[in-house]
């Protein structure tokens, strides 16, 4: 099968690999629609993450959704010609986190295209059934392969328990924080703020139903959010910049009793952060990492028409051209590249 294999810094080469098998437990998807992530282009271009350290050769691609080819002998309920999102993650199922059932803190968690664990810029992919999540015929394979982004924003509006009538505050305009938009719309926010540094960012936030924006190069933060509710401070601060100054303003913009849920990875891990604010203003600080059980809530909610996701799709490649698509992606106005594989 063709793959693309990121076989050094900067440089993907395509190679034919022997095709998976499922095991028993396994589907063999081929895969139709993989999304660029952040964390992609980071391996792409820097050969690590914190402690994750690629050890060449690796495959990116963790965004995934295709078609069931082929079902291992236990599986039940998903056959050839179904139609499937693959979420990323397959935990250890036996550690005390995941019989706590908080299986996205698994410290033994397999996650595609997260060193040493290839990822999906393949044509096949062999994965544990109970892990592929099938998509009805009115969702697409890329809305499929975005339910891993949108999983990260459900995640996060859980941990932020957004809730009918919530002003909402969103740090960050990216993919990450244009799908916590959606899904702290879904989960009932009726006023959603959106802030970032760069202009063209906001204007598609603002396209995509944000309320009000924040160009925070131009405009204090906290006085907006003030203006903008009475004084009174956003419910809840999705941060989903990373950026030091944004997360330092989360606590200024939350208001009494809020909460703030930090999404967006710093670049180190120490961030000067206003404890005395937190503790007078009973601040609940919550931090947000990946996602566990929202894969069935998510395809529910593209079926149900309650979310878009596709709309941040700026631009689409084939796996033959990963290299200029990956290239693209790193423009500073670029939003979410998608590779297409044929059928
Ligand atoms: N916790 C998790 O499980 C998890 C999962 C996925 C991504 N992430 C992290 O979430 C963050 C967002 O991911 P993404 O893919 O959308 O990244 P991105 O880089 O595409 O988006 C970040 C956005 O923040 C904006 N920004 C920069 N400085 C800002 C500031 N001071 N105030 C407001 N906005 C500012 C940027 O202009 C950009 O639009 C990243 O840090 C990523 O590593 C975390
Ligand atoms: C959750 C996922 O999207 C993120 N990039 C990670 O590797 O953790």
């Given at each position: 099968m063709r793959t693309a294999v990121l076989a050094e810094p900067t440089h993907f080469e395509l190679e034919e690999r022997p095709r998976p098998s499922p095991g028993p437990d396994d589907v063999l998807v081929a895969i139709r629609d993989v999304g660029i992530c952040g964390s992609d282009i980071h391996y792409y271009e820097h050969g690590r993450i914190g402690d994750y350290v690629v050890d060449y050769p690796l495959v990116l691609g963790h965004e995934s959704a295709g078609e069931v080819v082929e079902a291992g002998e236990n599986v039940t309920g998903l056959e050839p010609g179904d139609r499937v999102a693959l979420e990323p993650g397959v935990p250890c199922r036996r550690c005390a986190h995941c019989k706590r059932g908080d299986y996205h803190l698994c410290e033994d968690v397999r996650f595609m295209a997260t060193p040493p664990h290839d990822g999906a810029f393949a044509e096949y992919v062999a994965w544990p059934a109970d892990f592929a999540y099938e998509l009805p015929e009115s969702v697409s394979t890329v809305e499929g392969a975005l339910c891993?982004?949108?999983?990260?924003?459900?995640?996060a509006c859980r941990r932020g328990n957004v809730g009918t009538g919530d002003t909402v505050l969103v740090t960050g305009a990216g993919p990450i924080g244009l799908l916590a938009m959606e899904a702290a719309r879904a989960a009932g926010a009726t006023d959603i703020v959106v802030s970032d540094v760069v202009g063209e960012k906001l204007d598609f936030a603002a396209e995509r139903g944000a309320d009000l924006t924040v160009d925070v190069t131009e405009t204090d933060l906290e006085t907006a959010i003030?203006?903008?509710?009475?004084?009174?401070?956003?419910?809840?601060v999705v941060e989903a910049s990373g950026a030091d100054p944004s997360i330092q303003s989360t606590v200024d913009a939350v208001r009494r009793g809020g909460t703030v849920v930090l999404v967006g990875l710093a670049d180190e891990a120490t961030?000067?952060?206003?404890?005395?604010e937190v503790i007078d203003n009973e601040?609940?600080?919550?931090?947000?990492?990946?996602?566990?059980?929202?894969?069935?809530a998510a395809v529910d909610l593209l079926a149900d028409d309650a979310v878009d996701v596709e709309g941040i799709v700026d631009f689409e490649s084939p796996l033959d051209d990963v290299e200029a698509a990956f290239q693209r992606a790193m423009e500073p106005t670029a939003i979410k590249g998608m590779i297409t594989l044929d059928s």
């Open positions: 891993e982004p949108l999983s990260v924003g459900i995640h003030d203006e903008y509710t009475g004084g009174i401070g956003a419910d809840v961030v000067p952060f206003d404890v005395l601040i609940d600080v919550h931090g947000s990492f990946r996602y566990k059980n929202t894969y069935d």
